[in-house]
């Protein structure tokens, strides 16, 4: 037996290798593989300093691309957890249009940081969702926000775009393993309510992905039941006269059935176009006031971002005004997109950002790919059923009860059709501010999935009633009663 040298540490039963040199052995192969990409969010695309905040944040956050297939990237901005990233869940956020930006959904609804009106300055979200998740927000398709492809070209649908945000996502853990066992929840507004159930029927499949359930908010379910129900909710809201509802029954219903979304009577849909564009309401908040005001062209440009179909007569007028000026914005109506568009396309916050010199200038909703958009799916049934049979996912559909571009009765009927046993009767819910307890809104539950209403909220919920969403999500999230 080999006699142990005075002052020296000796690795038990490695006779010949000192303690010292092991350590050092073992530091190098874990420095090789952090340089390698194994186990470390990559350093390149971290945010060191955010320009607009008066103290930086005490989390980390990532901001750069992700693959989709080849040529295309699509930009995601990634904030880790305030409470414990190691074991929060991870949760993808959609913005719908098509072609507008999660972005929006970062800096002016749930993000942990809210841009201010002079477009310069963010204050910190006390209810942002990041308090108690690991939230990456994905600029999708290419061609929104940041996101761009190599040839240009920004035509797409519905399964290309669900094809590209499971590449995007699959690549989002490649350079991020760390969080790739963690509980993973797919969540979206608007047309989200298309981008979402269509990517979880991918991420389903894949026992890599440890997928818990998703949530949609306002969103698009069926073309069908939104046209439908949109002119009952306007009925019922008092923005029609009763010479104007006897004339949609005249013309549009029969035999007790009212059909407003194809009918092929032209006095129907004359009548319902009007409902739908004429009104000069704020369409995704029934009683809030219309930033910039109402136009006195009430058919908006705009309004080609309320899912409906009548909105293909605007197509070619509007694809001729693309041709002409590459830089022509689609913003959705009464939506005032300055701040974050003048804070966006900032030259230090792109620096911030790390975006790449190929990606076009920011802008809330994309005209390009908007119009060239193939709308291959006109309900979402197939997949929540899908998601349903599995009986694992928890699925939450909610609605602020004052939207008219993706009306709570729209959905409510979709979760309906969906004929779920039902487990608890329709109810209030409540949440706690700094007045006591307040009715949020009401809930009905079946087997694995809930419908919820936001009293008082218009299409982004976070950004009308934050303390009642974030009470929403926290009870989603970690599987609470509503």
Known sequence: ????????????????????????????????????????????????YLPGLQKQPSFKQFSGYLSGTEGKHLHYWFVESQNNPSQD?????????????????????????LIMDDGATLQYNPYSWNKIANVLYLESPVGVGFSYSDDGKFATNDTEVSLNNYLA?????????????????????SYGGI??????????????LNLQGVAVGNGMSSYELNDNSLVFFAYYHGLLGSQLWSDLQTFCCKDGQCNFYNNQNPNCSTYVQDIVYSSGLNMYNLYASCPGGVRHRVRDLGNNFINHQWTRLWNQKLLSLVALHESVRLDPPCTNSTPSTLYLNNQY????????????????????????????????????LKLLSAMKYRILVYNGDVDMACNFMG??????????????????????????????????????????????SGHMVPTDKPVAAFAMFTRFIKKQPY
Not at 198 to 206: C, G, H, N, P, S
Not at 358 to 379: F, H, Q, T
């Open 411 to 456: 959905d409510e009927w979709f979760v309906e059709s969906l004929q779920q046993q039902v487990q608890v009767q329709r109810r209030p819910w409540y949440y706690e501010d700094v007045d006591g307890r307040q009715v949020g809104g009401f809930v009905k539950e079946f087997d694995n999935i809930a419908f919820l209403t936001i009293k008082g």
């Open 195 to 208: 981008y979402i159930p269509t990517l979880a029927e991918r991420v389903m499949e894949d026992a890599d």
């Open 349 to 384: 916050v792109k620096k911030a950002l790390h975006i790449s010199p190929k990606a076009l200038d920011w802008v809330i909703c994309s005209a390009e790919v908007n119009l060239n958009y193939g709308r291959l799916y006109m309900d979402v049934k197939k997949q929540y």
């Open 1 to 48: 037996m080999t006699k142990q040298p005075a002052g020296r540490d000796y690795c038990p039963g490695v006779d010949a290798v000192p303690l010292l040199w092991f350590q050092m052995l073992l530091f190098l192969w874990y420095l090789l593989a952090s340089l390698l990409g194994a186990g470390a969010a990559p350093a390149a695309d971290e945010i060191t």
């Open 169 to 189: 996502l699959k690549d989002f853990f490649r350079l991020f393993p760390e969080f790739s066992k963690n509980q993973l929840f797919l969540t979206g507004e």
């Open 89 to 113: 869940p991870v949760v993808l956020w959609l913005n719908g249009g098509p072609g507008c930006s999660s972005l929006d959904g970062l800096l002016t609804e749930h993000g942990p940081f």
